[in-house]
């Protein structure tokens, strides 16, 4: 099984800060990695495919990169609407998996 | 408009058969590439995938719940069928049902709270 692991687990952030959160790999999964945002209550949301592209509707300042076994996630300015938790997950096997999840709180 | 929604019940006993139906609409489960996937998060935790059933009718389950899962579809009327054998009160959950296109959940249903417990 591919495990991923995120970090940080917890992230204290303001208004207007550019935040980053990583996702590693087990092994190398190509581009096969999305994000997801999740509020209480609700289920989780796409906002990045292939490591890189974003989810029409889901604002610019979202974005994703990496390859192989490292990612990351950025938040180029936090909106309010913005604090949630986030995860990754591997979608190269039919097995895929999540990251355990980086939550993400006004500071 | 994709969307799915999970119905079962809410409370069964430790040792039961839990059975969920997710029922979607806006996409069929006989087109080339696409799939619906279970994916359950205990309060408070993290997502964990549990299985997964495709077009042509392949099915894949979470090695380390495999012997307790069965996936079915019936494709005429939009229906996606999950079995989990003798529940314990570890597999209280949220349980999710998600479309996927080549194996990315992109769309989900709302989630429904199963709670084991005598």
């Known amino acids: 099984d591919i495990q991923m692991t995120q970090s940080p687990s917890t992230l204290s952030a303001s208004v207007g800060d550019r935040v980053t959160i990583t996702c590693r790999a087990s092994q190398d999964i190509n581009t096969w990695l999305a994000w997801y945002q999740q509020k209480p209550g609700r289920a989780p949301k796409l906002l990045i495919s292939k490591a890189s592209s974003l989810e029409s509707g889901v604002p610019s300042r979202f974005s994703g990169s990496g390859s192989q076994t490292d990612f990351t996630l950025t938040i180029s300015s936090l909106q309010p609407d913005d604090f949630a938790t986030y995860y990754c997950?591997?979608?190269?096997?039919?097995?895929?998996?999540f990251g355990q999840g980086t939550k993400l709180e006004i500071k | 408009q994709i969307t799915l929604k999970e119905s079962g019940p809410t409370l069964v006993k430790p040792t039961q058969t839990l059975t969920l139906t997710c029922t979607f609409s806006g996409f069929s489960l006989s087109t080339d590439g696409v799939g619906v996937g279970w994916i359950r998060q205990p309060p408070g935790k993290a997502l964990e995938w549990l299985a997964h059933i495709f077009w042509d009718d392949d099915k894949r389950y979470s090695p380390s719940l495999q012997s307790r899962l069965t996936v079915t579809k019936d494709t005429s009327k939009n229906q996606v069928v999950l079995t989990m054998t003798n529940m314990d009160p570890v597999d209280t959950a949220t349980y999710f049902c998600a479309h996927t296109l080549y194996l990315l959940p992109d769309n989900w249903g709302q989630g429904t709270l199963v709670t084991v417990s005598s």
């Open positions: 997950q591997q979608y190269s096997t039919y097995s895929y998996s």
